[in-house]
């Protein structure tokens, strides 16, 4: 079965310094998205992307966090400049239609730490 | 706005015991409803599903939730826990309007299995 792959699988950054996590979803996918989940907190949506457009963001995508697809196949969220907050697991989804009917696959995520 | 609460954050069962997890929503419009599973060191796996057909639902690995519109309710339940059940369980819901696919996640529920 076609899986959403997420390197790396764990990322230890330095407060302040920029990381990448990257993402590499199933070829037919259109929909893509990025979920977060502190330790021992709930998942949180953090923004949804499509026709290489960000098509909803919540309030925790801010201007310290951005995404791309640059080469039409991996789909990354870039953290300019990480706090101590932001240490969480970071988990990449996709799926063929917005419409939920059917469903999205997660990735089996990175855990960023913030040192 | 949607939320989710599940109820207990630890359940524990004995082998071959029955499995019940509670989850209740609150949201404007009918919703889609699901029941994720997450192994350890693994992602969110989807388990079931639904998506304003039968209330009824049954999933992988034997669970199944009922949606009770006048309870604001999707429980899970497995007649007979396995100790490969352990694992942590995410109830989550997205409006039927939604453009984009956003899910929001309960805080999760740690099920163990002993023995």
């Known amino acids: 079965e076609p899986e959403v792959t997420q390197t790396p699988s764990h990322q230890v950054t330095q407060m302040g310094q920029e990381v990448i996590l990257r993402c590499v979803p199933i070829?037919?996918?259109?929909?893509f998205y990025w979920y977060r989940q502190i330790l021992g907190q709930k998942v949180e949506f953090l923004v949804s992307?499509?026709?290489?457009?960000?098509?909803?963001k919540s309030e925790i995508f801010d201007d310290q966090f951005s995404v791309e697809r640059p080469d039409g196949s991996n789909f990354t969220l870039k953290i300019r400049s990480t706090k101590l907050e932001d240490s969480a697991m970071y988990f990449c989804?996709?799926?063929?239609?917005?419409?939920?009917?059917?469903?999205?696959?997660f990735g089996s995520g990175t855990r960023l730490t913030v040192v | 706005a949607q939320s989710v609460t599940q109820l207990g954050s630890h359940v524990s069962v004995s082998e071959g015991a029955l499995v019940l997890l509670r989850c209740n929503y609150s949201s404007s419009v009918p919703p889609y409803l699901f029941w994720y599973v997450q192994y350890p060191n693994q992602g969110l796996q989807l388990l079931l599903k639904?998506?304003?057909?039968?209330?009824l639902v049954k999933g992988i690995n034997g669970f199944e939730a009922e949606f009770k519109k006048s309870e604001t309710s999707f429980h899970l339940t497995k007649p007979s826990a396995h100790m490969s059940d352990a694992a942590e369980y995410f109830c989550a819901v997205s409006d039927i309007g939604t453009s984009y696919g956003k899910l929001t996640f309960g805080q999760g529920t740690i099920l163990t299995v002993h023995p």
């Open positions: 070829s037919n996918h259109l929909y």
């Open positions: 639904y998506t304003s057909a039968a209330t």
């Open positions: 989804a996709g799926g063929q239609t917005s419409r939920l009917v059917y469903g999205y696959t």
């Open positions: 992307f499509y026709n290489n457009e960000i098509s909803e």
